[in-house]
């Protein structure tokens, strides 16, 4: 059916990545069922949708990028909000015990923005870049902005199970598509006042 595309690029995620402690992940780095303690199949999934990406790049000739999303977020929401209603109702964060729990925030402005660069990059090989802010952020250090923001104190519980670090060497990405623009705390602040306006701090 798409054979004759000139181009396909495939959304696919970091969650592919064999953890590995606070080490930033290459492209290269070992694969793995990351998230098997709350996705059981989510990591497989990926991964084997990327095979697939594969399969047809090489058998089809047909120019690919596979682009591992680390943590997307802008104005409609994302992980970072889904924190700030567990602060404002006093829920627990679950924290990885080998901190910190280091992410490349994406914003949407700055994915948008990178998807004909992305498109651009495509090889019948199949190119394969990360695909994160160019800055690392912790989910402890944007907690504590949202608290900054907000008021609300994030009260985080070390659990083994939970997601540990997952962030991305940038080198590839950068060499490709350049660095992002947006910084995590202006996109955060963005957020918080388009989704929940009346929780910001006068």
């Not at 181009?7 to 590995?20: D, K």
């Not at 399969?55 to 994302?78: C, D, E, M, W």
């Amino acid at each position: 059916h798409c054979r004759n595309a000139k181009a396909f690029l495939h959304f696919s995620s970091t969650a592919v990545y064999q953890y590995a402690g606070q080490s930033p992940r290459s492209e290269s780095d070992a694969l793995g069922d990351n998230h098997r303690a709350m996705f059981p199949t989510y990591s497989i999934a990926k991964i084997a949708a990327e095979t697939v990406c594969r399969f047809a790049a090489h058998q089809f000739k047909i120019p690919t990028t596979i682009a591992r999303l680390s943590v997307p977020y802008g104005n409609n929401g994302g992980w970072p909000y889904f924190h700030l209603l567990m602060m404002k109702e006093n829920i627990a964060i679950d924290l990885h015990p080998d901190a910190p729990n280091n992410y490349n925030l994406l914003h949407s402005d700055d994915y948008v923005a990178k998807i004909p660069y992305l498109l651009a990059a495509a090889t019948p090989e199949v190119t394969t870049t990360n695909f994160g802010g160019s800055q690392a952020v912790s989910i402890e250090e944007w907690c504590d902005y949202l608290a900054e923001l907000t008021g609300f104190k994030p009260r985080f519980k070390n659990n083994p199970k939970a997601f540990g670090s997952l962030s991305i060497d940038t080198g590839t990405m950068h060499a490709l598509i350049g660095e992002t623009r947006v910084d995590w705390r202006q996109g955060i602040r963005e957020m918080v006042r388009n989704m929940a306006p009346d929780l910001l701090l006068k």
